[in-house]
């Protein structure tokens, strides 16, 4: 089995312990850094979940870390995104204040209708039969978050239901060589190592 090195984008907040330890389960080597040069020397790249939007696009304005990791998709570098992650990989946002993201998934962030917070153990449903999360439907993933990612039908992967009378919210995205989660594969125990490690797989060997 080929080892790869994932590099987690240190953005100033984030869980980066949980991510480096579940990256270290698939059996892959996990890298944290903020360093553009280090990044380079990584087979994916993976933006963590946990923090707030302008916080984490101001630190990666900053240290042009956002224009870095733009090239890199250009140049067909694979790119995870989870929760807060996935979301920055949009257009816009508006929490807190209205704040631009990376521009590489069309879509915005707006604040749960339904409920403030949506946080525990929920199943997700994928859209479609030929992505990698056909193999989950109905998997339990672990979810903690505000605010939800919109964006065009073609590029949902799965979707979850907040309660049995919410509307359907985005749990997965896919762009070309770009997957983002919602929910936290690296807290959702096997099954979600489980799909880290098919996604880092899959977008490797594409």
Known sequence: MSRYKIGIVDYGTGNHTS??????????????????????????????GVGAFPHAMKYLNELKISEYINRRYLNRTPIIGICLGMQILGDISYEQTQTQGLSIIPG?????????????????HPIGKKNLMADFCGADMYFNHSFVFKTDPRYVIATAKINESSTEITAAVQKDNVIGFQFHPEKSQSIGI??????IKTLLNA
Request: hydrophobic fraction near 40%.
């Open 19 to 48: 991510i480096f330890s579940a990256v270290k389960k698939t059996e892959n080597l996990p890298c944290i850094s903020n360093n553009i040069d280090v990044l380079e020397k990584c087979d994916l790249l993976l933006l963590p």
């Open 108 to 124: 915005k962030t707006e604040k749960i209708v339904d409920d403030f917070l949506h946080t525990g153990w929920n199943d997700v």
């Open 194 to 199: 489980e799909l880290l490690s098919l996604t």
